[in-house]
T-cell receptor, first 119, second 114 residues
Framework: GAVVSQHPSWVICKSGTSVKIECRSL??????MFWYRQFPKQSLMLMAT?????????EQGVEKDKFLINHASLTLSTLTVTSAHPEDSSFYIC???????????????FGPGTRLTVT | AQSVAQPEDQVNVAEGNPLTVKCTYS??????LFWYVQYPNRGLQFLLK??????LVKGSYGFEAEFNKSQTSFHLKKPSALVSDSALYFC????????????FGAGTILRVKS
């Protein structure tokens, strides 16, 4: 149980285009999902916290107009990188917390990540 | 602010030997502590957590961690390392001041050699 999927697992796009990444909780409902960015050999940087049915809360320094987050249902959150540039190339990871208290200790279940390369 | 520190960028150990990956924390209130493992180009997998109770926590794949309040540490341990344990390990703490998000350490690369 507690499986989180991401799609696509990797994507290559051209500068100036937009890319959408999906994060799904497959066997539980997630009121809260998180989006992280990870650079090579570095820790995870939290970008934003996404709550179902409300606006995402972005961390300081993260451009909300560039990284659009939508959490329309209890099992799906999307991250759209708009007008992508090469410096947006990174590994993006989502995680989810269980609505029904399975993670009452606040642990998060992570997706497998999406490798974005902008050329 | 809540934080965790992983003082070692990399830990090398021979297969069959015990391993320790260090983590210290700084929190206000009672700490909720976690260990995750990440294999190359993959997301994070949950290993274990400390919320309350016994200071020695047992988790997945034979890993355990010892919560030490006086030393504010939560070191990850395994009695006998396997080559397949080679990965990137993250310690994390719940940030009660920040919407209960997790704050991660910098990560420690574990290399187990046969």
């Amino acid at each position: 149980g507690a499986v989180v999927s991401q799609h696509p697992s990797w994507v290559i796009c051209k500068s100036g285009t937009s890319v959408k990444i999906e994060c799904r909780s497959l066997d539980f409902q997630a009121t809260t999902m998180f989006w992280y960015r990870q650079f090579p050999k570095q820790s995870l940087m939290l970008m934003a916290t996404s709550n179902e049915g409300s606006k995402a809360t972005y961390e300081q320094g993260v451009e909300k107009d560039k990284f659009l987050i939508n959490h329309a249902s209890l099992t799906l959150s999307t991250l759209t990188v708009t007008s992508a540039h090469p410096e947006d190339s990174s590994f993006y990871i989502c995680s989810a917390r269980d609505y029904n208290g399975r993670s009452s200790s606040y642990e998060q279940y992570f997706g497998p990540g999406t490798r974005l390369t902008v050329t | 602010a809540q934080s965790v520190a992983q003082p070692e960028d990399q830990v090398n150990v021979a297969e069959g030997n015990p391993l320790t990956v260090k983590c210290t924390y700084s929190v206000s209130g009672n700490p909720y502590l976690f260990w995750y493992v990440q294999y190359p180009n993959r997301g994070l997998q949950f290993l274990l957590k400390y919320i309350t109770g016994d200071n020695l926590v047992k988790g997945s794949y034979g890993f355990e961690a010892e919560f030490n309040k006086s030393q504010t540490s939560f070191h990850l341990k395994k009695p006998s390392a396997l080559v397949s344990d080679s990965a990137l390990y993250f310690c994390a703490v719940r940030d009660i001041t920040g919407g209960n998000k997790l704050v991660f350490g910098a990560g420690t690369i574990l290399r187990v050699k046969s």
